[in-house]
């Protein structure tokens, strides 16, 4: 079992909509949860990070993690085309060796 | 101020040989991660290097191996080259937040390597 869980999906939604991104993680001593981007033949870039439990919000971009239930989560509001790419979650108890999500990929229609 | 940059972008080798890759961090950052992405397993940690010492190694064989210069570029090498191997073969480089306990991690656009 991955100590990072994620539906590779894909998900489709309408422009406009708000998208939720699940990540389950099984590993207790992940404390720092991380939500990347990635768009075709690109590296990973950097939406969002949060220490342990609570909400961080961030324009359109809202991340969420219950560490009571290890599920971490990615909010987007108001989806838009450029949204479409593949989302991935990640963990660490600390330093720079991240565990990966295999992600979700993402399609925002017009 | 320029991003994380690796060489080459694309490299096809064949099974037996070996490969090595570049990255060239963002400028001041000191820690360089390596990360093996394949469609089946997603991204997997190799190792990491902080001033010029390997800090954390993920589970990969010894065939994998990297170093880091006085300049914090860092190379990976990759001997007796498997099917297996072919992949996306990211780095990122690190600035640590002091203030989290955590790094945050720049990628660059990765080395895609086709092994036939």
């Known amino acids: 079992q991955k100590e990072v869980e994620q539906d590779p999906g894909p998900l489709s939604v309408p422009e406009g909509a708000i998208v939720s991104l699940n990540c389950t993680y099984s590993?207790?001593?992940?404390?720092?949860f991380m939500w990347y981007r990635q768009y075709s033949r690109k590296g990973p870039e950097l939406l969002m990070y949060t220490y342990s439990s609570g909400n961080k919000e961030d324009g359109r971009f809202t991340a969420q993690v219950d560490k009571s239930s290890k599920y971490i989560s990615l909010f987007i509001r108001d989806s838009q085309p450029s949204d479409s790419a593949t989302y991935l979650c990640a963990a660490t108890g600390g330093g720079n060796k991240l565990t990966f999500g295999t992600g979700t990929q993402l399609k925002v229609e017009l | 101020k320029a991003g994380v940059t690796q060489t080459p972008r694309y490299l096809i080798k064949t099974r037996g040989q070996q490969v090595t890759l570049s990255c060239s961090p963002i400028s001041g950052h000191r820690s360089v991660s390596w990360y093996q992405q394949t469609p089946g397993q997603g991204l997997q940690f190799l190792f990491e290097?902080?001033?010029?010492?390997?800090?954390n190694k993920g589970n990969f064989p010894g065939r994998f191996s990297g170093r880091q210069f006085s300049n914090s570029r860092s190379e990976m090498n990759v001997s007796t080259l498997e099917l297996g191997d072919s992949a996306l073969y990211l780095c990122a480089s690190s600035l640590r937040d002091s203030q989290s306990g955590t790094d945050t991690q720049y990628f660059g656009p990765g080395t895609r390597l086709t092994v036939l």
């Open positions: 290097y902080f001033s010029e010492t390997q800090r």
């Open positions: 590993n207790s001593a992940f404390q720092y």
